[in-house]
């Protein structure tokens, strides 16, 4: 560079700015990318596309900042002043209508709305922040209440180990009795694993009756241990089997006692007809045993 | 960086002719602030910069030669990753001289909220440290991470908060920073001394302590001469997380309303007393144990004069966030930096 014009630059510079300064309106050439106004004018608009109209509210002011006297600025202004005021009212009555129908999601939509537009806009910010508060509030009651719910189901699952323990124990020493306590507790009614353990020693005190000749008391804890586990292939041919069994005996016994005593005989043919209802045999000996003890009834009566 | 740490370099007139001299010397009488980019070395400082023009709204300050606009943004906003307010304010911005860049007195956008998006702070909830490889459980962070996680939020540029501002930011007195974070860690372990503050001091890390005031001076805690000396310094922020641990929220035990209100009454006067005796302050942020809260709690608190208080709730938390809801984000020992990044959302997109 010549060393004239490099001498003369301070002086080009003064007069460019003071130019600047003293215009009334303009773009004037302040930067050296071609001017504030002019590149904030640009920046304003492009926000004012993208529907981001405080900021280019707030670029505007910039410019007026620089020329207060700035017409395009002033006619900027007031045009998006009044577009944004249009709006957040809008927003403002569409959010109290949400909140009116319950609609709370809706509602703080529209007042983040007029947070885009107004950010200092204090009735928006307290109706929002009162809306998150209370969801914020319900959820955080949610939360307490899911855990606690969770703690108390520890619990009873810790209570429930300590009864499975017992039951195991119990199992373990032949206190037969005190696994079938046990297993109807809360703790472990719904426990598959103790019920297993329950029928286990249903099985085994169904197998001392049968040692000590009651098979009743045998039945009867086969169809316990029937109704625990009903899908219990074995016990079930156990339970029918028993049945056969005592209906056998008792047939043998009734037909004994149509001897000597019909009173005993229909009795034990009742019972017998009870564990096998479809037995013919014990029909018809029980229709014999009636007879006879009707025609008998009758004699003693003449 | 390197442009600030060599602003003085460039002001060296030494290699300068008489004649360039000349130019200069008339250069700077052209200019109502004299002088060059900076005065007696190191960062500028306001007296460094010129302001072309102003009003209750903005200032207008040219660029001096060696000055960038996060020279700008450090002397008029506080903090040079406050830029992002002065490249939103303004159009393309160059660190040339002369560049005239538009400072807001005070922020263009308050609350933060765009048209397609809000702006958050995420925050952070640690508890224990260690020095093994390895964490023994969950809430245990190895310190070889967290000194990751610190670099990462450095590297990525995140501003970290204190409550202090986090309490401005809900009353509208700053604005949503673009990238910012805060850490939180709870409980008070002696850990958080040993390990994480060293770490913290290293990446100029400010923290907020939540202790309850009953752990504090135990075996595996932080002693009250070690709180003081944290909250001495210009990062670190000490403050509740109740008197015993015990969950805020009201329990099965709290047989009614009452008797609710009198153990929260006792929670909170009796860590209350102690913070006075042994910091010499009275709590004003909480960390509610176990992140649980009831709306009597937070009434309490607001009526206290606490400012704030933090769930461990996952969530964003915008301008307009509950201040006794506060979202935070645990962070766990099987996280990694990928997943950890995912935590630091800052901008909400609206639906």
Known sequence: ?302 | MASKRTASKKCGHALLSRRSLAILLLLAGAFTATGCAVTGGGLPTRADMRVLKSDENFELVSLKSGQTVDDVARVFLGDEREAWQLYELNGPLADTTSELIAVPRSPVNVTGVYQAFYRTVPILCYHQFTEAKHAEHRLELASTDFEDQLRYLVEQGYQFLSFAEVEQILAQERTVPAKSVVITIDDGYASVYDIAWPLLKKYRAKATLFVYTDFVGGGAAMSWPQLRELQSSDLIEVESHGKSHHSLARVKEDVDSRSYAERLKVELEGSEEVFSKRLGQMPQFMSYPYGNSSETIARMLNTDGYKLAATVTRGPNGSFVDPFLLHRTMIFSDHSLDQFATFLATEQPRR
């Open chain 1, 1 to 302: 560079m010549p060393s004239t014009v490099l001498l003369k630059l301070p002086t080009l510079l003064l007069i460019a700015f003071a130019v600047g300064c003293s215009s009334g309106g303009g773009v004037i050439p302040v930067s050296g990318g071609g001017g504030f106004v002019a590149r904030q004018a640009e920046a304003a608009l492009a926000a004012q596309e993208r529907g981001d109209l405080a900021l280019a509210r707030s670029i505007w002011l910039t410019v007026q900042t620089y020329d207060p006297a700035y017409e395009p600025a002033k006619d900027r202004l007031l045009e998006l002043e009044q577009q944004i005021q249009v709006s957040v009212d809008k927003n403002l009555e569409q959010a109290k209508q949400a909140y009116a129908r319950g609609n709370r999601r809706s509602g703080d939509r529209a007042l983040l709305n007029v947070l885009a537009l107004q950010p200092a806009n204090a009735q928006a910010m307290a109706s929002l922040r009162a809306s998150v508060s209370e969801a914020s509030h319900a959820k955080q009651a949610e939360k307490v209440r899911e855990e606690q719910n969770m703690l108390a189901m520890a619990d009873q699952q810790r209570r429930a180990e300590e009864r499975f323990v017992e039951l195991n124990q119990a199992y373990r020493e032949g206190d037969f009795e005190q696994v079938l306590s046990l297993g109807q507790s809360d703790e472990l009614k719904s426990s598959s694993t103790a019920q297993s353990i329950v029928v286990s020693a249903l099985q085994q005190l169904a197998h001392q009756a049968s040692a000590q000749g009651d098979f009743e008391l045998e039945l009867g804890y086969l169809e316990q241990a029937q109704s625990i586990d009903s899908s219990n292939s074995d016990l079930s041919n156990k339970v029918g089997a028993l049945k056969q069994r005592i209906s056998s005996e008792a047939l043998k016994e009734g037909i004994a006692l149509m001897k000597s005593d019909l009173n005993g005989a229909v009795e034990k043919l009742q019972l017998a007809l009870s564990y096998d209802p479809s037995n013919v045999a014990i029909k018809r000996r029980l229709r014999q045993a009636s007879t006879l003890q009707k025609n008998l009834e009758k004699i003693r009566g003449q």
